[in-house]
């Protein structure tokens, strides 16, 4: 890989300017307005993977954004690696939270600053650039294949019609994603572990229309009240939830595994500090490192009713609404859980109001396996890199597809990524190190090398 290295080293600020314009286009897929933005992000994409030498791109319809693809077949003899990644953001609101603008990326304290900077634009684009180092030195090992998607932020909702549809063309290995977080830049790791998800819409509707809370109040329920009261009740005095059968699935760490988890470093004073936190708060009986991994949650995302303009309006609300998700755990199973919140939440709403319960996205917690020849690939790759072997990370966020990709292709997934906690994902002041970047595209071919190696 000594060519390949070079040519990466010659062409680090190239690769830089293409990240910078993929990043200023604002591919938002929850937002509609931004629907001829997400689509220029595929088609610069497919553009720079031809560039990459890659054959075959082509934008792939589906039922929402299309899928970017691509491939370079070397030898059918060889291993072939199915490369993940996705191309939409999330929203950058609120604008005014930003200390630069979101989609204006710009470099500051070693780090690239922007929506999509991490997640997953960044990360994504080390895979291409790669793969275009590794063929440009005729050094890449194994087949390849590309599928990037738009609808990643959303629920992926057209992606398992798409691995359903194109099975024999999809076919691989394994999958290779950067889409996670190490530790820190001096303690790699490879996440082994994610929670799934289960993300629910409610409103709480008391009247015909928005009263005079003079007129009315302390007759008519105040739903913006009776949603407050009807959150807090999801969990008790130790913040377990409180939603029955919740835990029914839960699969328990033993107390090695739990020893093992805790040793990852972690220093709670440096936690609080960068968050500004006067303290945590969580599940009784669990660490932070086991409540932002191994335990499910819920929480609320958002909450909204009544009269939030300038000044005062004196007004009984009508209505109130909130979105709710829950991150789940190992042998949970994401539609059985939004099934029993819409029963517990329905049963628990006072007969002085109607409830209407919506799921939207979910997904399934994933454990991949560390015995397997790909995952030795990626950590001898991570090792040269970093000068130490990572280790095996649990990570509390979700990425629904992972299930998809085993259930579907039968494929096991390397959790690859190269981003970090302190990222700020999906929030204002997204950011990604300019080390991770490059270091990413630096590790990406040694996986390659060493899983054609390995595989033989």
């Given at each position: 890989?000594?060519?390949?290295?070079?040519?990466?080293?010659?062409?680090?600020?190239?690769?830089?300017?293409?990240?910078?314009?993929?990043?200023?286009?604002?591919?938002?897929?929850?937002?509609?307005?931004?629907?001829?933005?997400?689509l220029k992000a595929a088609e610069f994409l497919a553009e720079k993977l031809k560039v990459?030498?890659?054959?075959?791109?082509?934008?792939?319809?589906?039922?929402?954004?299309?899928?970017?693809?691509?491939?370079?077949?070397?030898?059918?003899?060889?291993?072939?690696?199915?490369?993940?990644?996705?191309?939409?953001?999330?929203?950058?609101?609120?604008?005014?939270?930003?200390?630069?603008?979101?989609?204006?990326?710009?470099?500051?304290?070693?780090?690239?600053?922007?929506?999509?900077?991490?997640?997953?634009?960044?990360?994504?684009?080390?895979?291409?650039?790669?793969?275009?180092?590794?063929?440009?030195?005729?050094?890449l090992l194994c087949n390849v294949k590309v599928i990037i998607e738009g609808e990643e932020?959303?629920?992926?909702?057209?992606?398992?019609?798409?691995?359903?549809?194109?099975?024999?063309?999809?076919?691989?290995?394994?999958?290779?994603?950067?889409?996670?977080?190490?530790?820190?830049?001096?303690?790699?790791?490879?996440?082994?572990?994610?929670?799934?998800?289960?993300?629910?819409?409610?409103?709480?509707?008391?009247?015909?229309?928005?009263?005079?809370?003079?007129?009315?109040?302390?007759?008519?329920?105040?739903?913006?009240?009776?949603?407050?009261?009807?959150?807090?009740?999801?969990?008790?005095?130790?913040?377990?939830?409180?939603?029955?059968?919740?835990?029914?699935?839960?699969?328990?760490?033993?107390?090695?595994?739990?020893?093992?988890?805790?040793?990852?470093?972690?220093?709670?004073?440096?936690?609080?500090?960068?968050?500004?936190?006067?303290?945590?708060?969580?599940?009784?009986?669990?660490?932070?490192?086991?409540?932002?991994?191994?335990?499910?949650?819920?929480?609320?995302?958002?909450?909204?009713?009544?009269?939030?303009?300038?000044?005062?309006?004196?007004?009984?609300?009508?209505?109130?609404?909130?979105?709710?998700?829950?991150?789940?755990?190992?042998?949970?199973?994401?539609?059985?859980?939004?099934?029993?919140?819409?029963?517990?939440?329905?049963?628990?709403?006072?007969?002085?109001?109607?409830?209407?319960?919506?799921?939207?996205?979910?997904?399934?917690?994933?454990?991949?396996?560390?015995?397997?020849?790909?995952?030795?690939?990626?950590?001898?790759?991570?090792?040269?890199?970093?000068?130490?072997?990572?280790?095996?990370?649990?990570?509390?966020?979700?990425?629904?597809?992972?299930?998809?990709?085993?259930?579907?292709?039968?494929?096991?997934?390397?959790?690859?990524?190269?981003?970090?906690?302190t990222d700020a994902l999906h929030s204002p002041n997204e950011n990604y190190g300019l080390?991770?970047?490059?270091?990413?595209?630096?590790?990406?071919?040694?996986?390659?090398?060493?899983?054609?190696?390995?595989?033989?």
């Open positions: 890989m000594e060519n390949t290295q070079q040519f990466i080293n010659a062409n680090k600020q190239r690769f830089l300017d293409e990240l910078f314009d993929l990043l200023r286009i604002p591919s938002v897929s929850a937002d509609p307005k931004f629907k001829g933005d997400v990459a030498g890659m054959n075959n791109v082509e934008l792939m319809a589906t039922d929402g954004n299309p899928i970017v693809y691509g491939e370079k077949i070397i030898d059918a003899s060889k291993p072939t690696v199915l490369v993940y990644g996705h191309y939409d953001v999330q929203p950058a609101d609120p604008y005014e939270l930003w200390t630069s603008p979101p989609f204006e990326p710009e470099i500051r304290d070693e780090k690239i600053w922007a929506r999509g900077a991490c997640d997953d634009k960044g990360q994504t684009y080390m895979h291409v650039k790669a793969i275009e180092a590794m063929i440009a030195n005729n050094e932020e959303v629920g992926s909702v057209n992606l398992n019609p798409f691995l359903e549809k194109y099975k024999d063309k999809l076919k691989a290995d394994v999958v290779l994603i950067s889409d996670t977080s190490m530790i820190a830049n001096d303690c790699p790791s490879i996440t082994v572990g994610l929670r799934g998800l289960s993300y629910m819409e409610v409103e709480v509707v008391s009247s015909n229309r928005d009263l005079h809370s003079g007129v009315y109040g302390g007759a008519v329920a105040n739903p913006i009240n009776v949603l407050c009261e009807m959150i807090a009740s999801l969990k008790d005095e130790n913040k377990h939830i409180t939603i029955p059968g919740f835990y029914n699935d839960v699969r328990e760490l033993s107390a090695d595994e739990r020893k093992g988890l805790n040793s990852s470093p972690f220093n709670l004073e440096e936690y609080k500090k960068e968050l500004k936190l006067t303290e945590v708060e969580g599940e009784k009986g669990y660490t932070t490192l086991e409540r932002t991994s191994i335990r499910p949650t819920v929480d609320v995302n958002g909450i909204w009713g009544g009269y939030i303009g300038e000044g005062a309006k004196t007004v009984l609300p009508a209505k109130a609404n909130a979105k709710i998700s829950m991150r789940l755990v190992p042998n949970q199973n994401s539609e059985k859980i939004s099934n029993l919140f819409a029963e517990h939440f329905k049963k628990i709403a006072p007969k002085s109001v109607t409830v209407k319960v919506t799921a939207h996205h979910g997904g399934e917690p994933v454990i991949t396996p560390t015995d397997t020849v790909a995952y030795r690939a990626a950590s001898k790759a991570m090792e040269k890199t970093f000068g130490i072997v990572p280790l095996p990370g649990y990570e509390g966020g979700s990425i629904p597809i992972v299930a998809s990709f085993e259930s579907i292709l039968g494929l096991k997934t390397i959790l690859f990524g190269f981003g970090l906690d080390f991770n970047f490059y270091k990413g595209i630096e590790t990406i071919p040694y996986f390659y090398q060493n899983y054609a190696e390995m595989s033989k």
